[in-house]
């Protein structure tokens, strides 16, 4: 493993791909660069308009938005404009209108220039909905993490729960499902598995041993 790789991981929501990707990059001593993050960055900054939301809204936030991930010790720290954001881009708030901020093309065209500039120097693990397919289409390992809705909606509720965010599963599994019609549904750069990319249904596993079988893929 002495080239510095460029690793793409794609899939939906709750699939458990920034959990296992920040563990593979500590191993692989490799940047993570979490693109949903930046959505969401987008998101946020939107609803600290205080107005309502319309893509009008959300595309007047784009032109000076400043995002930056910080990938260190294992954790990434995003902030928007100087302030970190990085508890509050995880609220239900900010994931109930993620999709819609994601599917509007300005948006997408400012964050993957950014994307893109990240992955320039290699030594990268990437996750996202449009990685292999659109903003690093030459990389070096492409895989599609997978779960069934019921696992990933499990998942995203444990976690919540353990924010203390009083959710319940079905709640979660509907919020999920929108999300995979609406991130798979949308014109531009939709969530799909990419022809060369490697398909990792996560059903039933560990996180250990998806991080093995994502090293594996890598050696
Ligand atoms: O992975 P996540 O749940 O934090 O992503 C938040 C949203 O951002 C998700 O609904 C889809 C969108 N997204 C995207 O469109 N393209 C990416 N590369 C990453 C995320």
């Given at each position: 493993?002495?080239?510095?790789?460029?690793?793409?991981?794609?899939?939906?929501?709750?699939?458990g791909?920034?959990t296992v990707?920040?563990l593979a990059?500590?191993?692989?001593?490799?940047?993570?660069?979490?693109?949903?993050?930046?959505?969401?960055?987008?998101?946020?900054?939107?609803?600290?308009?205080?107005?309502?939301?319309?893509?009008?809204?959300?595309?007047?936030?784009?032109?000076?938005?400043?995002?930056?991930?910080?990938?260190?010790?294992?954790?990434?720290?995003?902030?928007?404009?100087?302030?970190?954001?990085?508890?509050?881009?995880?609220?239900?708030?900010?994931?109930?209108?993620?999709?819609?901020?994601?599917?509007?093309?300005?948006?997408?065209?400012?964050?993957?220039?950014?994307?893109?500039?990240?992955?320039?120097?290699?030594?990268?693990?990437?996750?996202?909905?449009?990685?292999?397919?659109?903003?690093?289409?030459?990389?070096?390992?492409?895989?599609?993490l997978?779960?069934?809705?019921?696992?990933?909606?499990?998942?995203?509720?444990?976690?919540?729960?353990?924010?203390?965010?009083?959710?319940?599963?079905?709640?979660?599994?509907?919020?999920?499902?929108?999300?995979?019609?609406?991130?798979?549904?949308?014109?531009?750069?939709?969530?799909?598995?990419?022809?060369?990319?490697?398909?990792l249904?996560t059903?039933?596993l560990s996180i250990d041993e998806v991080v093995e079988k994502i090293?594996?893929?890598?050696?």
């Amino acid at each position: 493993m002495n080239k510095k790789l460029v690793v793409a991981i794609d899939g939906p929501a709750g699939a458990g791909k920034s959990t296992v990707a920040q563990l593979a990059a500590k191993q692989l001593g490799y940047t993570y660069i979490d693109t949903g993050a930046m959505y969401r960055a987008v998101a946020w900054k939107t609803l600290q308009q205080h107005k309502p939301v319309t893509d009008e809204l959300i595309l007047s936030v784009v032109p000076d938005i400043d995002v930056d991930l910080r990938y260190a010790g294992g954790k990434t720290t995003v902030t928007v404009d100087g302030t970190d954001v990085t508890a509050a881009i995880r609220t239900p708030e900010v994931s109930h209108i993620v999709s819609q901020v994601a599917a509007l093309g300005p948006v997408r065209e400012k964050m993957v220039a950014l994307q893109r500039k990240m992955a320039e120097r290699g030594g990268v693990l990437m996750d996202g909905r449009d990685i292999a397919t659109n903003v690093l289409p030459n990389a070096d390992v492409k895989i599609y993490l997978t779960a069934s809705v019921e696992e990933r909606a499990q998942r995203r509720w444990k976690e919540m729960q353990e924010k203390g965010y009083d959710m319940t599963l079905e709640e979660l599994q509907k919020d999920i499902e929108a999300r995979d019609k609406a991130d798979m549904e949308r014109e531009i750069s939709p969530l799909v598995q990419a022809e060369d990319a490697t398909l990792l249904d996560t059903t039933g596993l560990s996180i250990d041993e998806v991080v093995e079988k994502i090293l594996g893929m890598c050696r």
